[in-house]
């Protein structure tokens, strides 16, 4: 079974850094893309990066790119997302996504737990 779970959210001020983690199982890495996406409140979901883990290949969306770097622990199963430089624009529910597919920017098949982002100004 496929399971995901996003942590490490929290309050920031605008210009600081948060470092998100998903910890992941039932599936090995290699085998899925694994993205992370965002959903803020009245505004529709939208894809923040997407890993394909075989071809070591990362796409950022580019309202995060140069400031969001995903990076990954494949012997503990886990992905991290690091947010630097962040803006109240940012602010979101983050979810740890994964799909054996491929890459979507709409969607993954797999979704964790999301984990809050707030950005103060």
């Known amino acids: 079974e496929v399971q995901l779970q996003a942590s490490g959210g929290g309050l920031v001020q605008a210009g600081g850094s948060l470092r998100l983690s998903c910890a992941a199982s039932?599936?090995?890495?290699?085998?899925?893309?694994i993205g992370w996406f965002r959903q803020a409140p009245g505004k529709e979901r939208e894809g923040v990066s997407c890993t394909v883990s075989s071809d070591n290949v990362t796409y950022y969306a580019g309202s995060v790119k140069g400031r969001f770097t995903v990076s990954s622990d494949n012997v503990k199963n886990m992905v991290y997302l690091q947010m630097n430089s962040l803006k109240p624009e940012d602010t979101a529910v983050y979810y740890c996504t994964a799909d054996p597919h491929g890459c979507s920017i709409y969607d993954l098949k797999y979704w964790g737990q999301g984990t809050q982002v707030t950005v103060s100004s």
């Open positions: 039932g599936f090995t890495f290699d085998d899925y893309a």
